[in-house]
């Protein structure tokens, strides 16, 4: 088995929106912001190569099928999409990718799927099962009027039509049951899919948005974003003994230098990414 952090666009996002009701005198030790505030954040996905041969992709980032006024209000950056430039250079082409998992579809963690030509947004990876969490996926369709600006319209249709769409209810999938397992998450946004993945390293947590880098590591450190950020914590507060007990390394998608770390608890009893 092979595991690789594929890097993808990136983009800048308001630390105040990023952190919540964190003080910006704290926050900006951990992310130092721009001119208007932002912090630069990645958008990592998570490659599991198995010794069966599959290639299995866990997110595909924000990607590049933004029109130029999103473009430039979120500051994604470069231009073209760097999760296939990232997968070339391993010497994989988007046909080769057989699996996608997708915690949520929010355009920063689904938008790599895309592509945008003279007819519209099209589905890349055209040999990839498609693995989405059922309950998520009727929140995407009908989003709160809170969220519904972080959803892609156009991605639902297509991963309906495509004929590869897989839904996911429950702790497991019959194609992914040998590798992954699920924790549902609600904080962040409803039905949002933590990915527990059994490999010759350990417990890796694809943590998603429940904790998107170290510094969110902390219980009380959530996103303003959070739909419901009390949960957010209580979640955390309820995975976090189990994946200390099993030497979880988590993986984060948007810390722009830390792509995996331990989960770690101090004398004084606080969860830290060591």
Avoid at 16 to 29: D, R, T
Avoid at 191 to 201: A, H, K, N, R
Wanted: include cysteine.
């Amino acid at each position: 088995m092979k595991i690789a952090a594929i890097d993808g666009n990136t983009q800048w996002l308001d630390g105040g929106a990023m952190f919540g009701n964190c003080p910006k005198a704290l926050w900006q030790k951990w992310h130092e912001p721009d001119s208007i505030n932002r912090i630069h954040l990645a958008c990592r996905s998570l490659l599991v190569q198995t010794d069966a041969g599959k290639n299995i992709l866990f997110e595909t980032g924000i990607g590049d099928f933004s029109l130029p006024k999103m473009k430039e209000r979120y500051g994604i950056e470069p231009t073209g999409n760097r999760l296939l430039e990232s997968l070339k250079h391993l010497g994989i082409a988007p046909h080769e990718i057989d699996q996608i998992v997708l915690s949520h579809l929010h355009f920063d963690h689904a938008g790599g799927l895309l592509k945008r030509t003279e007819k519209g947004l099209e589905l890349l990876f055209p040999k990839a099962s498609i693995f989405v969490g059922a309950s998520h996926l009727e929140r995407a369709i009908s989003p709160g009027l809170r969220e519904q600006a972080s959803f892609i319209p156009e991605l639902p249709p297509l991963l309906r039509d495509s004929g590869r769409l897989k839904l996911i209810e429950g702790i497991s999938h019959p194609e992914l049951q040998d590798l992954v397992h699920f924790k549902v998450s609600d904080g962040h946004t409803p039905g949002l899919l933590v990915s527990e993945i059994e490999t010759d390293q350990g417990l890796i947590v694809f943590c998603s948005d429940l904790i998107p880098g170290a510094s969110w590591v902390h219980l009380p450190i959530v996103m303003g974003y959070d739909r419901f950020p009390e949960k957010t914590v209580e979640e955390k507060r309820a995975f976090y003994p189990e994946w200390k007990k099993r030497g979880a390394l988590l993986f984060f998608t948007h810390d722009p230098v830390v792509a995996m770390a331990k989960l770690t608890v101090d004398d004084a009893g606080k969860y830290l990414a060591g």
